[in-house]
T-cell receptor
Framework: DAKTTQPTSMDCAEGRAANLPCNHSTISGNEYVYWYRQIHSQGPQYIIHGLKNNETNEMASLIITEDRKSSTLILPHATLRDTAVYYCIVRTAYSTLTFGKGTMLLVSP | EAGVAQSPRYKIIEKRQSVAFWCNPISGHATLYWYQQILGQGPKLLIQFQNNGVVDDSQLPKDRFSAERLKGVDSTLKIQPAKLEDSAVYLC??????????????FGSGTQLSVL
């Protein structure tokens, strides 16, 4: 599976949009971009995934660049409860979910 | 819908003792995973079951770790004997199946193991 690169940490003010970047320059044509997050003392939680097109659900939006070498997870109106570690993962439909260290997002009042 | 259930929530043992963790996946989920998460790191896959068969156990330290999923439903992960470096959170996850493009994993809250 392609490797991903994420910033170690990010800050965001409550109510503002949180934009979390992810680089995956070696992504293959059959690999999807997945995002999970892990709130303290909980297991990881699925957020969203995509292949080529931008995706949106009730939790977030996923923007994938045209060359698919990078993506951005957008939380449109961050709340204190969005403070968590966010993992960007690239995988095929058949490969296992492999986690890196992720980005620690701290949402402040 | 009930989530993935794990027990116990916390466990403290001394090195060389044995310990077992239990997981009950979401009803109808064919695939079950055990992950180990050491403090400050992302979860690492230990073993993956499809129904009651093992799909991937390449990262399971088989000299001390064992896992089973009898009847293709709940699962037990055992460590015997435990080492200090086994201190971690053990996460269980389940999903509908393998190879689906919208495959999502659902995780339990984990068992926090401390080996003294």
């Amino acid at each position: 599976d392609a490797k991903t690169t994420q910033p170690t940490s990010m800050d965001c003010a409550e109510g503002r949009a949180a934009n979390l970047p992810c680089n995956h320059s070696t992504i293959s044509g059959n690999e999807y971009v997945y995002w999970y997050r892990q709130i303290h003392s909980q297991g990881p939680q699925y957020i969203i995934h995509g292949l080529k097109n931008n995706e949106t659900n009730e939790m977030a939006s996923l923007i994938i660049t045209e060359d698919r070498k990078s993506s951005t997870l957008i939380l449109p109106h961050a709340t204190l409860r969005d403070t968590a570690v966010y993992y960007c993962i690239v995988r095929t439909a058949y490969s296992t979910l492999t986690f890196g260290k992720g980005t620690m997002l701290l949402v402040s009042p | 819908e009930a989530g993935v259930a794990q027990s116990p929530r916390y466990k403290i043992i001394e090195k060389r003792q044995s310990v077992a963790f239990w997981c009950n996946p979401i009803s109808g989920h064919a695939t079950l995973y055990w992950y180990q998460q050491i403090l400050g790191q992302g979860p690492k896959l230990l073993i993956q079951f499809q129904n009651n068969g093992v799909v991937d156990d390449s990262q399971l330290p088989k000299d001390r770790f064992s896992a089973e999923r009898l009847k293709g439903v709940d699962s037990t992960l055992k460590i015997q004997p435990a080492k200090l470096e086994d201190s971690a959170v053990y996460l269980c996850a389940s999903s509908l199946g393998v190879g689906q493009t919208n495959e999502k994993l659902f995780f339990g809250s984990g068992t926090q193991l401390s080996v003294l």
